[in-house]
């Protein structure tokens, strides 16, 4: 914390005395860090668990069934629209959503939000490549083995 005070113009000697003395309150000191530091505010003790699961849960309804709703709706909307083409257009839907899922996400916590947009869009990139090569691994497996 001392660096991060004299990156502020905070002499050594101030800031030496500015981070000893609130690190006397523990509680105040770590509530600071988080700010401070990390950006991140501090947990509110009157938030509830179970309204946390909930907007999770309907969070999840809501981004988690775009790549179904996206693929039905190419496969209904354009005839003749190989499976290929929807699989793609599902893919970049997927990914655009993504990168709103985390601007949201980033706009909350109070962060920057193309920032937080191409982490969520690289982590859901990441996984979902994953997913699909290890589901393709597995199947080519159990066709080796024989079983269909």
Wanted: charged share 15%; proline share 3%; aromatic share 10%.
């Amino acid at each position: 914390m001392v660096q991060l005070y004299r990156s502020r113009g905070i002499t050594k000697e101030d800031a030496i005395t500015v981070a000893t003395t609130l690190s006397k309150y523990k509680d105040f000191w770590i509530e600071h860090m988080m700010l401070t530091e990390l950006g991140m505010f501090p947990v509110d003790a009157e938030d509830s668990a179970v309204a946390s699961g909930l907007a999770m849960f309907v969070s999840f309804m809501i981004f988690g069934s775009v790549p179904l709703l996206s693929y039905l709706l190419l496969i209904l909307l354009i005839k003749d629209l190989p499976v290929s083409g929807a699989f793609a257009g599902t893919v970049c839907t997927s990914l655009l959503t993504l990168f709103i899922l985390g601007v949201v996400k980033s706009k909350v916590v109070n962060q920057n939000p193309i920032k937080g947009g191409l982490y969520m869009l690289l982590q859901g990139a990441l996984s979902g490549a994953a997913s699909f090569y290890l589901g393709d691994l597995i199947q080519r497996a159990l066709e080796a083995a024989g079983v269909h």
